[in-house]
T-cell receptor, first 110, second 113 residues
Framework: DQQVKQNSPSLSVQEGRISILNCDYT??????FLWYKKYPAEGPTFLIS?????DKNEDGRFTVFLNKSAKHLSLHIVPSQPGDSAVYFC?????????FGPGTSLSVIP | KAGVTQTPRYLIKTRGQQVTLSCSPI?????VSWYQQTPGQGLQFLFE???????NKGNFPGRFSGRQFSNSRSEMNVSTLELGDSALYLC????????????FGPGTRLLVL
């Protein structure tokens, strides 16, 4: 049973537009959430995180929104750039575990 | 600081063999976690070592084992390899404190024939 879900395996967006990547989780014990970006043949790199006591965190073009009641978070990338094309993983943590979602492959079309 | 390093980067083995992968964390980091990434299953947690002790463990069979040395370097061993073990194996290091960001290495791509 997947505790962290990313229901869209892939997403295509035009350059300059907004990319919205979604993530759902089932365990209410998760209290910290992270987004990682992964290029082929490289390890994931940390993008942005959010604590469960917040509902929004912004860092440059990247904003993460958390809706605790819906157990849903989303990553917004504005404006999207071709270099953003990668696989995006969301991860949820509690004290003793880090669970990753299956990833969403984002393609930003020039 | 130098990043997380993993060796080897690529490896080809045959069924039934065993393999040992190595991970050197960022200097000062005491936690090393191992993950398996496959196209179908995404990133799956194998285990975490902190100060030479296994602190957490995922749902993998006993063929997957690991250890951590006093300098925080970690090794992962897979015995009696199966075709399904073909994957990218990633290690990630962190300070080990709660909610601390993990930093990933480039991974070791293992192909089992």
């Amino acid at each position: 049973d997947q505790q962290v879900k990313q229901n869209s395996p892939s997403l295509s967006v035009q350059e300059g537009r907004i990319s919205i990547l979604n993530c759902d989780y089932t365990n209410s014990m998760f209290d910290y959430f992270l987004w990682y970006k992964k290029y082929p043949a490289e390890g994931p790199t940390f993008l942005i995180s959010i604590s469960s006591i917040k509902d929004k965190n912004e860092d440059g073009r990247f904003t993460v929104f958390l809706n605790k009641s819906a157990k849903h978070l989303s990553l917004h990338i504005v404006p999207s750039q071709p270099g953003d094309s990668a696989v995006y993983f969301c991860a949820a943590t509690s004290y003793d575990k880090v669970i990753f979602g299956p990833g969403t492959s984002l393609s930003v079309i020039p | 600081k130098a990043g997380v390093t993993q060796t080897p980067r690529y490896l080809i083995k045959t069924r039934g063999q065993q393999v040992t992968l190595s991970c050197s964390p960022i200097s000062g980091h005491r936690s090393v976690s191992w993950y398996q990434q496959t196209p179908g299953q995404g990133l799956q947690f194998l285990f975490e070592y902190f100060s030479e002790t296994q602190r957490n463990k995922g749902n993998f069979p006993g063929r997957f084992s690991g250890r951590q040395f006093s300098n925080s370097r970690s090794e992962m061993n897979v015995s009696t390899l199966e075709l399904g073990d073909s994957a990218l194996y990633l290690c990630a290091s962190s300070s080990g404190q709660y909610q601390e960001t993990q930093y990933f290495g480039p991974g070791t791509r293992l192909l089992v024939l």
